[in-house]
T-cell receptor
Framework: GIQVEQSPPDLILQEGANSTLRCNFS?????LQWFHQNPWGQLINLFYIPSGTKQNGRLSATTVATERYSLLYISSSQTTDSGVYFCAVGSGTGNQFYFGTGTSLTVIP | KAGVTQTPRYLIKTRGQQVTLSCSPISGHRSVSWYQQTPGQGLQFLFE???????NKGNFPGRFSGRQFSNSRSEMNVSTLELGDSALYLC?????????????FGEGSRLTVL
């Protein structure tokens, strides 16, 4: 299967700071999503971004598929941004996704 | 539009028992996939169903099985439970049957095996 590496594994930020989370993957993909896992375990969709750049409020994401990486930017972080961020990639037929090990973000007031 | 619904949300079983988890996808979604999340192994793909057929299967033993009904609802079953099966089981639905559509996850079923 496809190997997915996320960095950094842990991140502690002061409220208001900016951050960049990275996702590297080992093979060609035709799908990439970023998720935020809330304290109750649900994976919340942030971006569906197989390529290109998207923005949604304080969050934006860029995927460079040819170089096999994606970046998630969080600006002006808030305590509610705390949690684990996952990158997931898919390829081939069907909806089999490979997940990274996540970045655990803590935003302190 | 209602999201992905998983039941039960929490359950406790003992070793050797079996368990059935249910997932109702978003209306109109025909693809349902299942993932297991544990602290040690992270998020791992179990299987995917599309139009009542298993389309992909992850690397799990035969004790893990699933099925999909004509209304796209899906169930997964784990037989002869082991302590290591304790996990959060997440179901996801996708609107597309073609390669790698966008996934939408439910809140999960948290299984504890004693």
């Amino acid at each position: 299967g496809i190997q997915v590496e996320q960095s950094p594994p842990d991140l502690i930020l002061q409220e208001g700071a900016n951050s960049t989370l990275r996702c590297n993957f080992s093979d060609s993909v035709n799908n990439l999503q970023w998720f935020h896992q809330n304290p109750w375990g649900q994976l919340i969709n942030l971006f569906y971004i197989p390529s290109g750049t998207k923005q949604n409020g304080r969050l934006s994401a860029t995927t460079v598929a040819t170089e096999r990486y994606s970046l998630l930017y969080i600006s002006s972080s808030q305590t509610t941004d705390s949690g684990v961020y996952f990158c997931a990639v898919g390829s081939g037929t069907g909806n089999q996704f490979y997940f990274g090990t996540g970045t655990s973000l803590t935003v302190i007031p | 539009k209602a999201g992905v619904t998983q039941t039960p949300r929490y359950l406790i079983k003992t070793r050797g028992q079996q368990v059935t988890l249910s997932c109702s996808p978003i209306s109109g979604h025909r693809s349902v996939s299942w993932y297991q999340q544990t602290p040690g192994q992270g998020l791992q793909f179990l299987f995917e169903y599309f139009s009542e057929t298993q389309r992909n299967k992850g690397n799990f033993p035969g004790r893990f099985s699933g099925r999909q009904f004509s209304n796209s609802r899906s169930e997964m079953n784990v037989s002869t439970l082991e302590l290591g099966d304790s996990a959060l089981y997440l179901c996801a639905s996708s609107p597309t049957g073609r390669a790698a559509g966008e996934l939408f996850f439910g809140e999960g079923s948290r299984l504890t095996v004693l």
